[in-house]
Structures are given as C-alpha cells and as structure tokens.
C-alpha cells in the first residue's frame, strides 16, 4: 500500500481532529481496548499535540489489517464512530469516512505519501513509465517508482535521475550478504562456546485463568465494595463490604454458602481493615473512624470531638500492627499519613492515643502529600502513594534507615500492594510498576484495561501473579479484570461474564482468589470454592 488521496486524508485529519479520543495519549490507548483494534495497541504511536497525535496514527494504521484482511483505520473509524452520540455531526461523519475507506479501496492507493521531509516520495509502479500523478508533482519533489527516483519540473516534465540496479543483480547481492552474515555468526557462536541448537525453556509459558472457572457465591448480596482475609487459630473468616454494611463468610464454606449481615453503620464507608485484636476500622465518609469488634460487638467512635484532626477530610486508607511492647498501631491516610495507638487488650476513645502534629514522626515525614490514597505495610516499612502528587514513599521503621520518596512517571497513581518475597507493586493510569530492594523498575508500559482507575491490586501468596480489578465506567466496554504474569511484556485481560466491576481483591492461605464486585462476591477457582 502506497498512500492516501489528499483530500481524503485531510478531511480524515479534520474529522479526527475532532475526536475526544484524540486528546491525550492516555484516552487513546484507553479507546484501543477494544478487541476489534487491539492488537495495535502496543506499538501505537504517542505525540506532545493533538494534530501530530492525529497524524501519527493515521500513518501507522492505514496499511494495517487483521487476519480478516479488515483495514485498521477502517476499524478504528468504527470504534470511534460507536463512541459518539448518534445526534453528533461527528458520529455521522465518521460513519461517513468508513462508508468511502469501505466502498473506494483504491482511496488509500491513487496518490504518494511522503515519507521524509526532504520531499522523497512513495508511488505504485505504473504500467509503462512514470503516471500522470507523478507529472504533477512539484518542482524539486522526488518520487521513487521501483527504486528508481525521477524529479518533476513545473512544466509536467519528468527526469530520471537515479536507476536502480537489475533484479537479479540486487538478488544475487543479497545472496551473498545473506550468506557472509550467517559465517559470522557461526564463528561469534562458536567462539562464545554458545549451542547452536536451540535449547527447550526451562520456564513454563503462562497459561492464563479460564474464566469459566469463577464462581459467584451468595448472590444476593451485591455492590460489594471490600474484602478481608483473617486466618488465625481462632477465625477464618471473609470480612465482606458494602457501602454500608459489613458481612461474614465463615471458612470452611458451608452447604449454603450465605454471608451473615454483621453490622450496620448510617454513614457510607470509604475503607476498611482489621487490627490483630479483631477490631475492625472502619474509615467513614463523613471523615470519622469506627472501630466495631465483631466477637464482643464492642462498638467505639472517633470524631475530631476525641481526635482534633478527623472530621476535616475523609480517611483513604488505614494499616495496622502489634509491636512486641504490647501495642497497636494505626496509621490512617489523612492529608498525608496520621498516627494512633493503643495497649489495653479492647478499644474506648479514651484509651486511644492520638499526637500532635508536631509528635506525630509520620506525619512530619509526609504532611507534604495531601492526597494519600493507599497504604501498604510490609516488615520493615510503611509504604505510601498519592495519587496527585505521583509520588510513592517510604517510611522506614528502623530509625537508622532513612524516608524515601520517588515520583512515578504517570498521569496519576492508585493502588498499592506487595508480596512476602518484598517486592512492591504500583498501579496507575497507564502503568504497572515493580518496586524490588526500594529501586522502581517499569515492567510494562500499560495495563489491559480501558478505564484510567484501577480499583484493586492483589499479589499471589507466590509472588508469581498479580491481579487487577477495575472499576468500569457505565456502558463502556470495558474488561473489569486482569492477570498479570510476573516477567510478561503485558497482561492479560479476563472478560468474566455478568461482572462489571472489581471493586477489591484478596488471595487467601489456600491461594484461592475473592472478587468484590458489584454483582457479588466471586471465587476462583471453582474447584476450590465448593462447600
């Protein structure tokens, strides 16, 4: 394929140009989720300004096709088309532009594009000479016509003036390059006492989860926006969520498989987690935390009545541990990272020690990173993300080693999790990101999903997988779920059937994968989610 008419490829500029899609390189690749473009998602081009973003895309998919010999940039008019509101002039001029690609093949192969800015130019052979298309080419142009390079005047005159060499001797020549390569590559090999025989992987290829293989369970509870895993010798118990109320699931499954309804709260929970004395914190939306414990059911609140701090923004995110001194520590993600603790064996307001922005060492640290969305606790360390900032930190327990914080190179940043082999893992719009011994590497360059918020991020108990849930914008085509192979160059979508959203992942000690979604909960695999 050699080009596009002029005046098509303008009106297709403009039309384009246009487009929503078009605006940020994010949006576009968020556009190529859909399975009809996807395959060029990889290798799709990016640019600083609409107009060369526009052009750039154009010139990398209008000589592509699918194994059904489909045109990419008629494809991608199709999507785009679906997008826009059928009362759009622009729907209907997409719609257009598919209906002439469609119809008029030779549109993208009557005149040259260039392919340099020193004016060379591309044209399809002519049956006896150079084309009328070539005398018109303007004075100074080139045009190569099989490999030969002719120049135009502005009198329609045409002049050759470089002649390419004969077939055979252009095959010849590449015969013996073809054939001096594979010499030397020999003589390297065998120097470097490499087998020239390829020898079989030891590394297994990833065979991604069949969806057929999650299984709902209980679905009358739906709009399911949490999980926790507690595995003790006491309990083992599924903690599940929604936005206001709190149910059970106690393991092993039971015949009936229902979630028990715990504990009502009238405010709208924005997180939860639970603390090694079974209290459970409850981060509401009025900017209070609750703390309930489901075996006593022993309720206590704090407000900025009993924590001066609370009540002016919402908690994000709450991590918890016990210290070998007999207390419990808490830290909440409040407009940067705050502290509480307290020893007695239950929790009341009074017994739960809060400090002083100038006492508190983590908010000292981290006061500067006013969105903090997520925290993750490891052994040694508080990990912490703010979503506008892009900015993960670390707070080190061991007051020899020193606070840390790295930006990410993303348009924002979400969740955060990690695994028991100490690897960290980063989610944001665009980007999955490894964190191994406190040094970010870039696996991949996006995730498989449509939508630009992450909602969920869970790590195999081997380190090996990493799951990531999505939260779905509605009537999009998104795919609410991925898995990611640790190693891969992407992951791999897992479009489960009637789930919309992936609001919260959790693996539990048998490896078993718990879904929050807003259809239900979901088990995987099915085999080991049976009463």
């Not at 949006?27 to 395959?39: K, M, V």
């Not at 998104?478 to 898995?483: G, K, R, V």
């Not at 979508?493 to 609001?503: A, H, I, K, Q, T």
């Amino acid at each position: 394929m050699s080009g596009m008419d002029p005046g098509l490829l303008n009106r297709l500029r403009k039309t384009l140009i246009g487009c929503s899609a078009f605006a940020s390189n994010a949006e576009l690749r968020a556009c190529f989720i859909d399975a009809r473009i996807h395959p060029w998602l990889p290798q799709l081009p990016e640019a600083d300004n609409l107009a060369q973003r526009v052009d750039a895309v154009i010139a990398y998919l209008y000589d592509k096709k699918n194994q059904s010999q489909e045109n990419a940039l008629f494809l991608l008019l199709h999507v785009l088309a679906e997008r826009e509101d059928p009362a759009d002039d622009r729907h209907q001029a997409l719609l257009d532009l598919t209906n002439i690609l469609e119809n008029t093949p030779a549109a993208y192969d009557n005149l040259a594009v260039e392919i340099s800015q020193q004016g060379l130019k591309e044209e399809p052979t002519p049956a006896g000479g150079v084309s009328t298309q070539d005398r018109r080419i303007a004075a100074g142009k080139n045009v190569i016509v099989r490999g030969s390079i002719f120049q135009g005047d502005i009198y329609g005159n045409v002049t050759q003036v470089f002649k390419s060499m004969p077939a055979w001797l252009q095959y010849l020549l590449w015969g013996i390059l073809g054939i001096a390569l594979i010499t030397l590559l020999g003589v390297v090999l065998l120097l470097a006492d490499v087998p020239l025989l390829p020898q079989k992987s030891l590394t297994p290829t990833p065979v991604p989860p069949e969806t057929s293989q999650f299984v709902p369970i209980d679905s009358s509870v739906t709009d399911v926006h949490g999980l926790i895993y507690q595995h003790t010798a006491e309990h083992n118990v599924l903690w599940v969520r929604d936005m206001t109320t709190l149910y059970r699931l106690d393991m092993p499954l039971q015949a009936k498989g229902k979630l028990e309804k715990v504990y009502t709260l009238t405010q709208r929970i924005v997180n939860f987690t639970l603390d090694c004395r079974d209290n459970i914190w409850f981060a509401l939306k009025d900017g209070t935390v609750n703390i309930y414990n489901p075996y006593t059911e022993v309720s206590v609140w704090l407000d900025s009545g009993t924590v001066s701090w609370l009540g002016k923004k919402a908690v994000q995110d709450i991590e918890t541990r016990c210290t070998d001194e007999g207390f419990v520590e808490v830290w909440l993600a409040h407009q940067g990272v705050r502290t509480l603790r307290y020893h007695s064996p239950y929790t009341s307001a009074e017994n739960i020690e809060s400090f002083t922005d100038a006492d508190d060492e983590f908010y000292t640290k981290t006061q500067e990173f006013a969105d903090t969305v997520a925290l993750y606790l490891e052994a040694d360390n508080l990990w912490g993300i703010d979503r506008t900032q892009k900015a993960l930190f670390r707070i080190p327990f061991n007051p020899l080693d020193a606070f840390e914080n790295k930006p990410l190179d993303d348009v924002q940043i979400w969740r955060i999790t990690g695994t028991a082999q100490g690897t960290i893992w980063v989610t944001g719009d665009e980007n999955l990101f490894k964190i191994d011994g406190h040094k970010i590497d870039e696996h991949i360059s996006s995730i498989s999903l449509k939508n630009t918020i992450v909602r969920a991020i869970a790590a195999s108990t081997d380190g090996q997988t990493v799951w990531l849930g999505s939260n779905c914008p509605p009537q999009s085509k998104c795919i609410p779920l991925a898995w990611y192979p640790v190693g891969s160059s992407s992951t791999w979508p897992l479009d489960l059937p009637n789930v919309e959203e992936v609001r919260d992942i959790v693996i539990d000690d048998r490896n078993r994968v718990w879904l929050g979604t807003k259809q239900g909960v979901v088990c995987y695999p099915k085999s080991d989610c049976q009463p």
